[in-house]
């Protein structure tokens, strides 16, 4: 039971490159989830998919775009890579009940040049 | 104004050492209350849930105070193990799906 898996774990892009960060839950979970974490902003939702075949925007979905794979991946793209999205990358899970928790991946460390 | 508002620390505190962490939330409407542990260049996990009669698990005592919209982290006995950043996490207005992370409270136990 591997739980929240994640790749690339590191990635260096330049400026406008395209990539998409992988995401894959073997919990059975219902909702996943894309954060980003940066130096004193704690993190922030990118998108989420609150059930297998939707998928809605969160605080910052400006210059990203996901797609639900199935139950179990939620992929994550950068069309054009820039600067401003260095940053840590947190793929998360949910059972979807209240008080259940969510369960992270490693994380993807991403360096835009 | 923050969703979700925590001292970012950093907490200095000597093993053994009692130490309490406050958060605020905005919304008063929140139902789901968290407090995840971050360890250095790794992911949150959960420490707690935060119940309305307040929860103890062993050295850690979580407190919500829906009436001034806070809730609280109490670590009695600090270890060294200790050390890490608390995230304060609640639900957001528009979802149940949708957690709010605060920035994290930094605590360093030193022996």
């Known amino acids: 039971n591997a739980g929240v898996t994640q790749t690339p774990k590191f990635q260096v892009l330049k400026t406008g490159q395209s990539m998409t960060l992988q995401c894959a839950q073997d919990?059975?979970?219902?909702?996943m989830y894309w954060y980003r974490q940066d130096p004193g902003m704690g993190l922030r939702l990118i998108y989420y998919s609150a059930s297998e075949g939707t998928t809605d925007k969160g605080e910052v979905p400006n210059g990203y775009n996901v797609s639900r794979l199935n139950k179990r991946e939620f992929s994550l793209r950068l069309e054009s890579a820039a600067p401003s999205q260095t940053s840590v990358y947190f793929c998360?899970?949910?059972?979807?009940?209240?008080?259940?928790?969510?369960?992270f991946g490693p994380g993807t460390r991403l360096t835009v040049l | 104004r923050k969703e979700v508002e925590q001292d970012p620390g950093p907490f200095n505190v000597p093993e053994g050492a009692t130490v309490a962490f406050n958060c605020t939330y905005s919304n008063s409407a929140s139902q789901s209350f968290f407090w995840y542990r971050q360890d250095c260049r790794k992911e949150p996990k959960l420490l707690m849930s935060?119940?309305?009669s307040g929860n103890e698990d062993g050295r850690f005592t979580a407190q919500l105070n829906r009436a001034s919209q806070y809730i609280s982290l109490l670590i009695r006995d600090s270890k060294l193990s200790d050390s890490a950043t608390y995230l304060c996490v609640v639900n957001s207005e528009d979802s149940s799906y949708k957690l709010i992370f605060g920035s994290g409270t930094r605590l360093l136990v030193r022996p």
């Open positions: 935060v119940y309305s």
């Open positions: 998360a899970s949910y059972k979807g009940q209240t008080n259940n928790e969510q369960f």
């Open positions: 919990m059975n979970h219902n909702s």
